[in-house]
């Protein structure tokens, strides 16, 4: 049997984290389902610990806020399945369509990690440039285990060194679009002047991830180089 594990990191989500638990709770090709609060400041935390008592959930509390690289670490880490799909917090209108969308081709061993694209956001998804950061990807738990430790202090660059470890050793990845599902900008969630001001951090935690892997940025150039030669 593949067992499928769901890793969901929450950090001030006290509006959706309910929803979300409980849509991917209901969704059968997920055997298990782990929620990290990354050190929450609103009610995300007893939203969470409330919820224990209707949903079959691992949770697990971070005493103050780590940023996402080190959530999923530890989310990884206490894990117990062969593959694994990371799920935004903030999502709405998921469903199992969606994740077997993003589970299968690993599964099928057709493609090595998944990403999917939420078709409802404010940036249309045909010619989105941020998908490659997209929070919603499946991949086996062995391929994310090497790089654990470089994960952890990464903060919002995580999706950036996941990416860049998996092209260095030309590992083989798949976008898929995710019909109906939404996801919120920033801009949708918060004041104009403070979106732009979590956008920067975002870009210089990217960057600085970017920065401190150049091992792996120089790798996955390479690659490409030589990929596109072979063509």
């Known amino acids: 049997m593949n067992r ?15 929803k979300i638990l409980k849509e991917v709770s209901g969704i059968s090709s997920i055997h298990e389902l782990i929620v990290v609060n990354d050190g929450s400041l609103d009610q995300t935390g007893n939203i969470i610990e409330s919820l224990k008592l209707e949903l079959p959930f691992h949770a ?5 806020n780590m940023g996402k690289g080190y959530a999923i670490a530890k989310g990884v880490e206490a894990s117990s399945s062969e593959f694994l799909v990371f799920i935004d917090a903030d999502l709405s209108n998921l469903s199992s369509k969606h994740i077997n969308q993003l589970i299968t081709p690993v599964i099928k061993d057709e493609v090595d990690m998944v990403l999917g694209q939420a078709t409802e956001t404010r940036i249309n998804h045909n010619i989105n440039p941020f998908k490659f950061f997209s929070g919603q990807r499946a991949l086996r738990k062995k391929d994310i285990l090497p790089i654990l430790k470089r994960i952890k202090p990464s903060r919002f660059g995580v999706e950036t060194i996941i990416n860049l470890h998996f092209q260095s050793f030309n590992k083989r990845i798949k976008y898929v679009n995710l019909q109906n599902l939404k996801h919120p900008t920033k801009f949708d969630k918060t004041e104009s002047h403070i979106a732009l001001k979590e956008f920067f951090r975002e870009g210089q935690q990217i960057f600085n991830t970017a920065f401190s892997n150049w091992d792996l940025v120089t790798r996955s150039i390479r690659n490409s180089i030589i990929n596109s030669l072979n063509i």
């Not at 499928?4 to 309910?18: H, L, M, P």
């Not at 697990?60 to 103050?64: D, E, G, R, S």
């Open 4 to 18: 499928v594990s769901a890793v969901i990191c929450a950090y001030n989500e006290e509006s959706t984290i309910e």
């Open 60 to 64: 697990i509390h971070l005493p103050k």
